[in-house]
C-alpha cells in the first residue's frame, strides 16, 4: 500500500512540470524587432515588435481569410524586454521572442552612444537567440518594418529567411548575427560588419551590379526594401557604410565568411565599352599570411585564388577558342581585381585604421599570453602600418557551351 501512494506522488510531481506551459495560439511571435532612439527622451527607446498572424501565415489554409498577415508596433521603452509585459495591455496573446530572424536598428541609433547600452540587452537575455541578424536601417526601424511588403511571400518570417540567405550567397551583404557582433567588438580588435538596408528607395545614376549601397537600386515595382551593403561598426558604434562591392570584397578577404554563387562584371580589354559577365568561383580559401615585427611594419601576404565561369561576352569577341585573347582577358581581369583589393585595403588602413577581415586571428600566434596580445594592439599600432601584398591568382576560365559552339566574328582595333 504504501508503494502505491509513493509511486501515485512521484507521478503528481512529474506532472507539476506543466504547470506553467502555454499552447501556441496563446503567444504571439515576434517575427522582426525595431529598435529606435525615442524622439525627444533621453535615454529611452522606441521598440517595435512586428508579430506574424498564425492563423494566417500557416502551411495549410482550410479557407480564406480576411485578417491582416502580420500586426506592427510600437511603444517607448528602456528596453525590449521590459516592453513585452507593456506590449500585452494590448496585444491579447504573450509576446514571444524564441522565433525572432531579424533585429532592425535604425542607423540613427547604430550611430549612437546608446546602441551598446540597448544591446546590452540582446546579450543578457536568454529569450533572443545569437543568430538572429542583424540589419541596420536607413531610415528608422519602425518605418522600415511598416513599410516591407513582399509581394510574393505571405508568411514573413519566410521572407526574411529566403531574403538573407539568398543576398549573403550572392555576397552583397556580410554574414551577421548578434554573437558575431559581441565576438568581434570585445575583441576590441577588427570591425563588424551588419547588413544594411533600406524600404526608402532613393534612386541615384546607374551603375554596375554590385556598386550601390540600399535604396540606390534603379528599381521599378516590387516591394520597395532593398538588402544592399553593409554598415561597418567600429568599438560597437556605426562609422561608414560599404557598397555591395566593396562587402563582397571584404567577404573574400575573410575565410569566416562564405559566398556561393557570386556574379561579376568585368571590362572587355579589347573593347572597354563592353563589359563581361561571369560567375566567380572560389574553391579554395584566401591565403592569409601575417609575419610580425615588433620594431618595424608587420609584412602581410595575401593570395586570392579564383576561377571564372564567362557566362556573356557582348563584344562577340573570341576569348574561348584564341589562347592570346584569353592570356590577354585572364591578366586584365586580375589587374583589375589587384587595384580593387589594394584600393579597398588602403581605405580601411587611412580611413578606420582597422580591418573587417578578422585578420587579427592570424597575429595571435605571436605572442604568449593575452595580456601581451593586448598590450602590442592589433588595431592600433599594427594593422594601420602593415606592408600588405596583394596576389591575385585567377587559376581557370571556363567557357561555357554555348560561347564555344558560337562563331565569333574577331573585332580588331
Known amino acids: 500500500m504504501l508503494s502505491c501512494v509513493f509511486a501515485f506522488l512521484s507521478i503528481m510531481l512529474l506532472l507539476t512540470g506543466c504547470y506553467d506551459k502555454k499552447e501556441i495560439e496563446q503567444k504571439s511571435y515576434v517575427i522582426a524587432l525595431g529598435l529606435d532612439k525615442a524622439k525627444g527622451k533621453e535615454g529611452l527607446f522606441d521598440i517595435t515588435f512586428q508579430v506574424e498572424n498564425p492563423e494566417v501565415a500557416g502551411p495549410a489554409q482550410g479557407g480564406g ?182 562587402t563582397r570584397l571584404s567577404n573574400i578577404l575573410d575565410n569566416t565568411m562564405q559566398m556561393k554563387d557570386v556574379l561579376a562584371m568585368y571590362q572587355d580589354p579589347k573593347k572597354d565599352k563592353y563589359y563581361i559577365a561571369a560567375k566567380y568561383i572560389q574553391k579554395k580559401d584566401t591565403e592569409i599570411e601575417v609575419i610580425y615585427h615588433k620594431k618595424r611594419p608587420t609584412e602581410i601576404n595575401v593570395k586570392v585564388p579564383f576561377q571564372l565561369e564567362i557566362l556573356a561576352v557582348p563584344s562577340l569577341i573570341d576569348y574561348s577558342s584564341n589562347k592570346k585573347n584569353r592570356e590577354l582577358l585572364k591578366k586584365a581581369i586580375e589587374s583589375d581585381a589587384k587595384r580593387k583589393f589594394e584600393k579597398f585595403i588602403k581605405k580601411t588602413q587611412d580611413e578606420y585604421k582597422e580591418e573587417p577581415f578578422y585578420w587579427s586571428l592570424y597575429v595571435r600566434k605571436y605572442f604568449k599570453t593575452i595580456k601581451e596580445y593586448e598590450k602590442a594592439d592589433w588595431s592600433k599600432n599594427i594593422y594601420p602600418y602593415a606592408h600588405i601584398n596583394i596576389e591575385v591568382d585567377l587559376e581557370k576560365i571556363e567557357f561555357g557551351n554555348l560561347i564555344r559552339s558560337t562563331r565569333f566574328s574577331e573585332v580588331t582595333d
Open 65 to 246: 481569410t480576411s485578417e491582416p498577415s502580420r500586426e506592427t508596433v510600437t511603444l517607448t521603452a528602456n528596453d525590449f524586454v521590459t516592453a513585452q509585459n507593456t506590449a500585452n495591455s494590448f496585444i491579447s496573446r504573450k509576446i514571444a521572442l524564441d522565433f525572432t530572424r531579424v533585429l532592425v536598428i535604425s542607423e540613427e541609433l547604430a550611430r549612437s552612444d546608446d546602441f551598446l547600452t540597448i544591446m546590452e540587452t540582446a546579450s543578457r537575455t536568454k529569450e533572443l537567440r545569437n543568430n538572429v541578424s542583424l540589419i541596420v536601417s536607413k531610415e528608422r526601424a519602425s518605418e522600415f518594418l511598416k513599410n516591407n511588403h513582399p509581394k510574393t511571400e505571405t508568411r514573413l518570417h519566410k521572407y526574411f529567411q529566403f531574403m538573407i540567405e539568398r543576398a549573403k550567397e550572392t555576397g552583397i551583404i556580410p554574414e551577421a548575427d548578434i554573437h558575431r557582433f559581441f565576438q568581434i567588438t570585445e575583441g576590441d580588435a577588427d570591425l563588424f560588419l551588419a547588413m544594411y538596408a533600406t524600404a526608402e528607395p532613393n534612386e541615384k545614376e546607374d551603375r554596375h551590379e554590385d556598386q550601390y549601397v540600399a535604396g540606390e537600386i534603379p528599381q521599378k515595382g516590387g516591394n520597395t526594401t532593398e538588402f544592399m551593403g553593409s554598415a561597418v561598426f567600429k568599438e560597437g558604434k556605426m562609422i561608414d557604410s560599404l557598397t555591395g562591392e566593396e
